[in-house]
């Protein structure tokens, strides 16, 4: 329900084109503690950006703003303040310095409140501001746990509405409605993101059924369902991505968005038909502008490979692959490398299925196969923007490549993904799709291979010996001896697997004389890679095995993620 005070205030804002924003929404905080529907409008009508009118706030009550999903918020601080208290409150713990406790409240110029609270949690409370739909957000995925999960399915499958499980069929739209089902749902997606997973599998057993999570790379089985649960919670899926609840014989895919504080979580969705019933996949894409930016300095590149990377973006014209398989973070590297030539005096254009990050003074579309809008519809019409730089989000088609491959010949650079396992390969898929070899020669100037290998969890990270047979296997030639090798014992920070996060490694094509006359001659992988290694380049195991040596992640990461060919 809006309020008239709300709309009365924009009203008149709207008609003062100079307005100061800034001033009006500190006089509010110190005026009105309570006038928060008025923050957010101000922020929902773009008059100040989010950032700026709650730090204005913020300021006016002598306190810090903060974003709980900008920030660090830590297991001990969750542990201090029961569910309960958070959500009656809207306030949830962030992080304990020094005993004391940092909270972020929706009101916390009220002493009081910080007083009780204080009480409650028996230590010192250090009072920040944070907007109330993005505490309650937090508090929804912070709070979200195994065990929660366990009784609500529980209390679910127990409830009335499964008494009759003939008429499932029959009612299926308004049973994935229900109030107890929506909820669950979104526990689900919820503890997903708390616990970082990429993808939940959502898989119907002969006994069972079951909820995986990928976490770090690595599939999961976070907990198991009655199989008379399985339909709805699949029909709520549907509903949610306008997929067809009815058909369940034939594979279908779609996507969803769910609103995450003042942010929005993209979701892409598949189902497939199986023996024990339907499956689905939902893929967990970055929050819109929040996946974390970063700059080639912090990708923990070698310096082998960050170079003269970095010397071929600077480059004119020609076409730059980032290559690897799904999830592999090519997108964050492209964004990397764009960051590093992002300057006014340069028009770059992206297209993307979807728009992961949002880049200040980059123009970014987003395909729409619903009114076959493709990347090489866009593509195309880039090309009359007077483009400068070109991200191609991923060549999948001829017409794709070939308009990608052109744009580069008439004095562009063009960015752009393709899904091949190795750097060298990248370059004869090309060919594969149906580029002619005089356009590809001239036009693809270098490629990089990007894998991501868990991470060893920090938190009970231990040095081991390995044994001389190992260390021969992976390092012939290197001498190495009494080489200390890390690993995680596992601990409640890793859910006890000894991993926690991820780590890229690379390899990299720079694109020779040689190897372009290799191309034009239609010659194999094989003799492309042995001209590249002239002029450094090296497989991923190579550099895989230099992270391992920096103690960042395991022999059995990097042989998990690489090829057999590249191990002699």
Sequence with gaps: MENPKSNSFLERIRALPNFDYSGEVASLAARHGESLLLLQAIIDEKFLTKDDACRYWADAMNVAYVDPFASVITEEAIEKIPSEVARKIKAIGLYVLNNVLTVAFANPNDPELVRRLGHIVQMPISPVFALPREIEDAISIHYCTEKGLEESLGELERSSLFDRPEMAGEKLADLAENNALVQIMDEIIYFAMRERATDVHMEAQETHCRIRFRIDGNLREILTYSRKLHRALLSRVKIICNLNIAETRFPQD????????????????????????????????????????????????????????????????????????????????????????????????????????????????????????????????????????????????????????????????????????????????????????????????????????????DACKEAYYPSRETLQRYFKDEGLTDVPFFRGRGCAACRHTGYKGRVAFHELVLVTEEIRTLISEGRSVQEISRAAAKVGYKPLRYDGLKKVLLGLTTIEEIENNTSFEWAT
Excluded: W
């Design 254 to 457: 779609g996507r969803f968005a769910m609103q995450v504080g003042s942010q929005t979580a993209n979701f892409r969705v598949s189902t497939i038909p199986s023996a024990y019933g339907e499956k689905a996949v939902i893929r967990i894409l970055a929050m819109a502008g929040k996946k974390s930016m970063f700059t080639l300095e912090k990708m923990m590149m070698s310096q082998t490979i960050l170079q003269p990377f970095r010397r071929l973006v600077q480059n004119p014209s020609g076409i730059i692959f980032v290559t690897g398989p799904t999830g592999s973070g090519k997108t964050t590297t492209l964004y990397a490398a764009l960051h590093e030539i992002n300057t006014p005096e340069r028009n770059i254009s992206t297209i993307e299925d979807p728009v992961e990050i949002t880049m200040p003074g980059v123009n970014q579309s987003q395909v729409n196969h619903n009114i076959d809008l493709k990347f090489a519809t866009i593509l195309r019409a880039l090309m009359r923007q007077d483009p400068d730089v070109i991200l191609v989000g991923e060549i999948r088609d001829l017409e794709t490549a070939k308009i990608a491959t052109e744009a580069a010949l008439t004095g562009h650079i063009v960015f752009a993904t393709l899904h091949t396992t190795t750097a060298p390969q990248a370059i004869v898929r090309l060919l594969e799709i149906g580029v002619e070899p005089f356009m590809v020669a001239p036009s693809v100037i270098g490629v990089l291979a990007q894998r991501l290998a868990a991470r060893i969890c």
